[in-house]
């Protein structure tokens, strides 16, 4: 039986086929693309990750049913040009297509300034670790996004792997506000919902594959 969040993950592979085209978004040319991800050393993540944070805590949507079936928003943040959004993205259920578009254009590859339509299960993620945090501190939180998508050229110039889930709009890099990195990164991994990496300055965190984990000590 599928579980909410699997129901709630789903739309990368039923959504993106056809509910968002034409809304100002370019098709992703090969999703399958990100299906053969190349990664490094997967490790278990219990023997570098902290266990006495909120993040070992119970998942919002392991203690409140509802969890996937309320309205869905993220508020993000990204530091070079200090541009902010802040929107519901997923009501009464269904993904808002100008919502969508506006995260959309929000992540866009900075360098060719570029979009491309996101998965959205990339968004849900983001919100749910969002709602975690606001749940177990009381706090707004705000999700600092220090790259998103990125085109062939720009992958190649920040020495991205050739099959990047950020060339198919299917990944983030970035931070949760006053939450370490090793937590943050422990906080998506509990979701299961495809790769999260460690990195010195950021959390990776994709969507679409078998749950991976992995440490790094370059930039990206
Ligand atoms: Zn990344």
């Known amino acids: 039986m599928a579980s909410a969040l699997d129901m709630a993950l789903q739309p990368i592979t039923s959504i993106l086929g056809h509910a968002h085209t034409g809304i100002g978004c370019p098709r992703i040319a090969n999703r399958r693309q990100f299906l053969g991800l190349a990664t490094t050393i997967a490790v278990a993540p219990a023997l570098l990750l902290p266990r006495k944070s909120f993040a ?18 993220v508020r993000l943040v990204r530091p070079n040009t200090s541009q902010r959004i802040e929107l519901t993205y997923w009501r009464d259920g ?12 929000f ?3 900075r360098r060719e ?9 990339v968004f849900d993620l983001t919100f749910a670790t969002q709602r975690w945090f606001e ?8 999700t600092t996004i220090t790259d998103a998508y990125r085109t062939n050229r720009t992958n190649v110039l920040v020495g991205g792997a050739e099959l990047s889930a950020h060339k198919v709009g299917a990944a983030l890099d970035g931070l949760l506000d006053n939450v370490t990195l090793p937590t943050y990164a422990a906080m998506l991994l509990r979701f299961s919902a495809g790769g999260v990496g460690l990195y010195p300055r950021h959390v990776h965190w ?8 992995w440490r790094s000590s370059q930039a990206e």
């Open 206 to 213: 994709d969507v679409g594959r078998n749950p991976v984990f």
């Open 135 to 142: 749940l177990a501190t009381g706090k707004r939180a705000t």
């Open 107 to 109: 992540l866009l590859d």
């Open 94 to 105: 269904a993904y808002l297509d100008d919502a969508y578009s506006e995260l959309c254009f």
């Open 113 to 121: 300034r570029l979009a491309v339509q996101m998965a959205p299960a």
């Open 56 to 73: 070992s805590t119970a998942r919002p949507d392991e203690i409140d049913a509802g969890f996937w079936l309320s309205a869905r928003s």
